[in-house]
């Protein structure tokens, strides 16, 4: 019974989290809200026994990832969102649709399922048990991750390398000029 | 053993990623529709971990499995968040804007 209560406490932070990132219109205050999800979401792992994937969610997830995003806003200092009108015939096909089909899905769900149920802290979701899987049965799709990380480290330095490191290679040319450059494939 | 049945999570799960959707959708700010990719990413891996905790009850040695795949849609989440906030930061230096109606060529 406790354990209902965990997952509808967690599960309705969870949700609320998400329909306050969209309806926020600052980008910081979605990032915040987008925190609170995966935190809340970490509770909801470690009600179904993965403590270790709570664990990396806290650390990877709201932690390292959500701080990137974080400093790119205030990087780029991004302000308040502009509106711009949908079309109407998209709200009015469109709210009707997705409430039918989201209705519908939690009516097979909750209704039609055969008696499904998730054990409540039973799963040997510990590191070792992890470690053993993925070191073993997973050891390639392991290294292949390895792989991609280092691209996309290489990608992100090749694509947000600075204007003023172009420039100095184009003594003559202005800072304007440097998009120019780059269209013009003389420079990255 | 205390349960909780399966569809409480996948109804959940299911709800996180339509509000990503709607939010991939309805927002125009390039890092909110980042965000909400996000938001999607996390709901499947609600559901990765509800099915390996219920084929793990139900006997299944290899059910641990779905925890693993958590972590490999992790890598995938962290790899396409560098890149794509770096794709970002080299379409506002060239454009000076951050609304997607704005962005509307290839070239950057």
Redesign the interface.
């Known amino acids: 019974m406790l354990h209902l209560i965990l997952f509808l406490f967690f599960g309705t932070l969870c949700v609320a989290g998400a329909i306050n990132l969209l309806a926020q219109s600052h980008p910081i205050n979605s990032a915040l809200s987008l925190i609170v999800v995966m935190a809340s979401l970490a509770a909801e792992y470690l009600l179904l026994g993965a403590e270790f994937v709570a664990a990396v969610q806290v650390i990877v997830y709201a932690g390292a990832i959500m701080v990137l995003f974080i400093f790119v806003i205030m990087l780029l200092n991004a302000g308040k969102e502009e509106r711009t009108k949908g079309s109407r015939i998209a709200i009015l096909l469109g709210i009707p649709g997705t409430l039918l089909g989201a209705v519908l899905i939690a009516w097979t769900l909750l209704y039609h399922a055969s008696g499904e149920a998730v054990p409540i802290g039973a799963l040997p979701g510990g590191p070792q048990a992890i470690a053993r899987l993925l070191f073993h049965e997973f050891l390639l799709p392991f290294e292949v991750t390895s792989i991609l990380i280092l691209i996309a480290i290489m990608g992100a330095v090749v694509l947000a390398s600075r204007p003023e490191a172009i420039a100095k290679r184009h003594p003559d040319a202005t800072p304007k000029a440097v998009p120019q450059l780059v269209a013009a494939g003389k420079e990255r | ?12 799960s ?3 990623f ?3 959707v ?2 991939f959708l ?4 390039i ?2 529709i ?3 990719i ?2 999607m990413l ?1 709901g499947v ?2 559901s990765f ?2 099915f ?3 084929w ?2 139900m006997g299944n040695l290899n ?3 779905g ?2 795949f ?3 849609v ?10 794509g ?6 379409v ?3 454009r000076e804007t ?2 997607v ?1 704005q962005v509307n060529l290839l ?2």
């Open positions: 053993m205390e349960t909780i049945p399966l569809s409480y999570y996948l109804l959940l299911g709800i996180l339509v509000c990503g709607l939010g309805i927002k125009r700010n890092i909110t980042f965000m909400s996000e938001l996390n891996n609600l971990v509800a390996a905790a219920h793990h009850m059910a641990l499995s925890q693993v958590v972590f490999f992790m890598v995938v989440a962290a790899a396409e968040a560098t890149v906030l770096a794709i970002i930061i080299a506002f230096r060239t951050l609304n109606d070239k950057l």
